[in-house]
């Protein structure tokens, strides 16, 4: 991963989102992980621990934070699945899995220290054969569940 400075962040995830969607290809899943860059531009890679409290997410993000806090990385690109709906089509009290129009994606996002965030959302099909149909790629904007992160930096 390249460093950043001024924060070009979509650098920073091109690679991560390109390896991830050829093993996808490939293997048809891959391991959810978490690259941590640190002030001297060294890269560390972790894997997220088994989560099965829901909502995942939380529990992954709680898991960068930390990593963050130890480490005193400047800048985190997240890769993991994640399920994604509109937000009226979530039932009270629920969360985006549990909507009628539900959908998989592989978010592979990238934040830093100064703010700076790029996100971006691929829509995955999974056939019967347990192959992946591997949609479009759209470029989000804040995501809520990085709050954890921010609050890792003092943001």
């Given at each position: 991963?390249?460093?950043?400075?001024?924060?070009?962040?979509?650098?920073?995830?091109?690679?991560?989102?390109?390896?991830?969607?050829?093993?996808?290809?490939?293997?048809?899943?891959?391991a959810p992980m978490f690259f941590l860059?640190?002030?001297?531009?060294?890269?560390?890679?972790?894997?997220?621990?088994?989560?099965?409290?829901?909502?995942v997410g939380e529990a992954r993000m709680?898991?960068?934070?930390?990593?963050?806090?130890?480490?005193?990385?400047?800048?985190?690109?997240?890769?993991?699945?994640?399920?994604?709906?509109?937000?009226?089509?979530?039932?009270?009290?629920?969360?985006?899995?549990?909507?009628?129009?539900?959908?998989?994606?592989?978010?592979?996002?990238?934040?830093?220290?100064?703010?700076?965030?790029?996100?971006?959302?691929?829509?995955?099909?999974?056939?019967?054969?347990?192959?992946?149909?591997?949609?479009?790629?759209?470029?989000?904007?804040?995501?809520?569940?990085?709050?954890?992160?921010?609050?890792?930096?003092?943001?």
């Amino acid at each position: 991963m390249p460093q950043s400075g001024a924060s070009d962040l979509r650098e920073l995830v091109a690679e991560p989102h390109a390896i991830v969607l050829s093993v996808i290809r490939k293997d048809g899943e891959h391991a959810p992980m978490f690259f941590l860059r640190m002030p001297d531009g060294a890269v560390k890679v972790e894997e997220f621990d088994d989560a099965f409290e829901r909502p995942v997410g939380e529990a992954r993000m709680r898991q960068v934070a930390g990593a963050i806090r130890r480490t005193g990385a400047d800048a985190v690109v997240v890769v993991s699945e994640a399920w994604s709906s509109s937000q009226d089509a979530i039932p009270r009290g629920g969360l985006p899995g549990d909507a009628r129009d539900a959908r998989d994606v592989l978010v592979v996002a990238a934040l830093d220290r100064s703010g700076g965030e790029v996100l971006l959302m691929t829509d995955l099909r999974r056939r019967a054969d347990g192959s992946v149909e591997i949609g479009e790629t759209e470029q989000g904007g804040r995501a809520v569940m990085f709050d954890e992160l921010r609050n890792a930096w003092g943001r």
